[in-house]
């Protein structure tokens, strides 16, 4: 990577953080200043203001919020919960892990329906009608989405979805479809997934 922009109140905590992620990646990419057109990452430090103005700004340049109170923001592409280990963040950040497959500014189209991940909501074209999803909910579609041309069976949601906790089971997958597809099938909506061999696809 390039060129990374640091976005944080505390200089000595974004001058310490520049020294950690140059010494990572092996070269002097790391900048403490506002991004500009040559950016290819921009870290910014719970400010989701700070994140709204910078994607509003450069909508394909890549945000990172660390943020002590929020699990998403529309305005990133990845939040990292505080406290957090370094090492993982540096790992997944050479590793080129740390950004998703699917990025904030994406809409995910199948049928008539639209996903926006990041807001957690689809949108039907057939009734025009806006639904709210849970977390859950919109890691199941996105997760059926990028592996649409197969058959997700339910291990295999329940590792990716859930991680194996150990509360949850088969049934919990089960429940979290049905109520999805009793949400978003109303008033004549498309089926949105499909029961096949044990296991969901996307309708697409």
Not at 89 to 105: G, Q, S
Not at 119 to 141: C, H, P, Q, Y
Request: proline share 2%.
């Amino acid at each position: 990577m390039n060129k990374i922009n640091i976005i944080f109140s505390n200089q000595i905590v974004a001058e310490d953080l520049a020294q950690q992620i140059n010494r990572c990646l092996g070269n002097e990419c790391v900048e403490i200043s506002e991004p500009d057109k040559t950016s290819e990452l921009v870290i910014i430090d719970d400010d989701e203001h700070k994140a709204k103005i910078t994607a509003a700004k450069f909508a394909e340049l890549p945000i990172v919020l660390f943020s002590s109170g929020l699990e998403t923001s529309e305005y990133a592409d990845v939040v990292v919960r505080k406290p957090f280990r370094l090492y993982d963040f540096l790992t997944a950040l050479k590793n080129k892990t740390l950004l998703p497959k699917i990025r904030r500014k994406e809409c995910l189209n199948f049928k008539e329906y639209s996903l926006y991940p990041i807001k957690k909501e689809i949108v039907s074209a057939i009734s025009g009608k806006v639904f709210k999803l849970t977390e859950k909910e919109v890691a199941i579609l996105k997760y059926l989405y990028l592996n649409a041309s197969e058959i997700s069976e339910k291990e295999e949601l329940l590792e990716n979805v859930w991680g194996y906790s150990a509360e949850v089971t088969t049934h919990t997958v089960e429940t979290h479809i049905y109520r999805l597809r009793q949400k978003v099938e109303q008033d004549g909506g498309s089926q949105l997934i499909i029961t096949e061999n044990n296991g969901y696809r996307l309708n697409i």
